[in-house]
Nanobody
Framework: QVQLVESGGGLVQAGGSLRLSCVVS????????MGWFRQAPGKEREFVAT????????SYADSVKGRFTISRDNAKNTVYLQMNGVKPEDTAVYYC?????????????????WGQGTQVTVSS
């Protein structure tokens, strides 16, 4: 089975930066499409960003476009979410997800594997 281990969450001031990491094991990383999702208290888990199997295509939620960047390093079996210019509304538990598919999805239900989540808290 695929295992995802996340790190990098924490407390950050509004306007600051944070980088989340997700290390993947159990499958050939280059054959997995990846996604980041987040869930704020009392809200549904929502799409943040995706990165395709080949790493050639990315997508972002409108709320984070221009501020967050998803990337992958196949040599390290790791996907990253670089968060710049964070806002209080970015406060949430962030989840890394994977699916053995050429194309990623923005839909939570399409992902087969999930990390444990890492808390990001943005102070105002």
């Amino acid at each position: 089975q695929v295992q995802l281990v996340e790190s990098g969450g924490g407390l950050v001031q509004a306007g600051g930066s944070l980088r989340l990491s997700c290390v993947v094991s159990g499958r050939t990383f280059s054959r997995l499409s990846m996604g980041w999702f987040r869930q704020a208290p009392g809200k549904e888990r929502e799409f943040v960003a995706t990165n395709s199997w080949a790493g050639d295509r990315t997508s972002y939620a409108d709320s984070v476009k221009g501020r967050f960047t998803i990337s992958r390093d196949n040599a390290k079996n790791t996907v990253y979410l670089q968060m710049n210019g964070v806002k209080p509304e970015d406060t949430a538990v962030y989840y890394c997800a994977a699916v053995q598919s050429y194309n990623p999805s923005t839909r939570r239900a399409d992902y087969d594997y999930w990390g444990q989540g890492t808390q990001v808290t943005v102070s105002s």
